[in-house]
């Protein structure tokens, strides 16, 4: 079965801090995104990876960094966040050539 | 710039009655699109996809139509049950796109018992 896994459910940070989420997939997926979703907007992306060490910006990728070292691991970075960085962080993953894309359960980020 | 538009935040339907959802597009260059469903804590599910070669595509309870000379695309769900209580979003996708999807605002539907 296809599973998606993110690090943590709920996150609560402080402004300035340094913050990673962890995503990780075990269907052996080429491509990896990461979205935020907010009231209103949907989903937006943020990055996106299509291989190992290799890194796209999506539409937002404004105050986020990224890391892929490993195929089944896509780490989001928020190098200081700040308040309007609140929001719902969803992963994704997809075969090379799929439009397909599964998702985790999502993390919810307040940053205060 | 909202591509991918849909214009309906919430909807409600009696159960047994049909469901539709509505979803716009301005990019002449969409050529997949793809629905999700998705549950409060949950991440998005993938629903049922059409490609722009065709203007149907059915799956079960699921039907999507394409209006490609409308850039409209509509869910049909019949008969609706109170498990199809979720938030849809539309989503759209193109050759180059690198397997990039755009998504809509996404509607909230209800069905009522």
């Known amino acids: 079965d296809v599973k998606v896994t993110q690090s943590s459910r709920y996150l609560v940070k402080r402004t300035g801090e340094k913050v990673f989420l962890e995503c990780v997939q075990d269907?052996?997926?080429?491509?990896m995104f990461w979205y935020r979703q907010d009231p209103g907007l949907g989903l937006r992306l943020i990055y996106f990876s299509y291989d190992v060490k290799m890194k796209e910006k999506g539409d937002i990728p404004e105050g986020y960094s990224v890391s892929r070292e490993k195929k089944e691991r896509f780490s989001l970075i928020l190098e200081s966040a700040s308040t309007n960085q609140t929001s719902m962080y969803l992963c994704a993953s997809s075969l090379h050539h799929s439009y397909e894309q599964y998702f985790g359960p999502g993390t919810r980020l307040t940053v205060t | 710039d909202q591509q991918v538009k849909q214009n309906s935040p919430s909807l409600s339907v009696q159960e047994g009655r049909i469901s539709i959802l509505n979803c716009d597009y301005t990019n002449s260059m969409f050529d997949y699109f793809l629905w999700y469903k998705k549950y409060p804590a949950e991440g998005p599910t993938f629903l049922i996809s059409?490609?722009?070669?065709?203007d149907k595509n059915e799956d079960g309870r699921f039907t999507v139509f394409l209006n490609k000379s409308a850039k409209h695309l509509s869910l049909h769900i019949v008969p609706s049950q109170p498990g199809d209580s979720a938030v849809y979003f539309c989503?759209?996708?193109?050759?180059?796109?690198?397997?990039?999807?755009?998504f809509g605002q996404g509607t909230r539907l209800t069905i009522n018992p």
């Open positions: 059409i490609s722009s070669i065709k």
């Open positions: 269907m052996d997926h080429e491509n």
């Open positions: 989503a759209a996708s193109w050759a180059q796109g690198a397997q990039k999807l755009v």
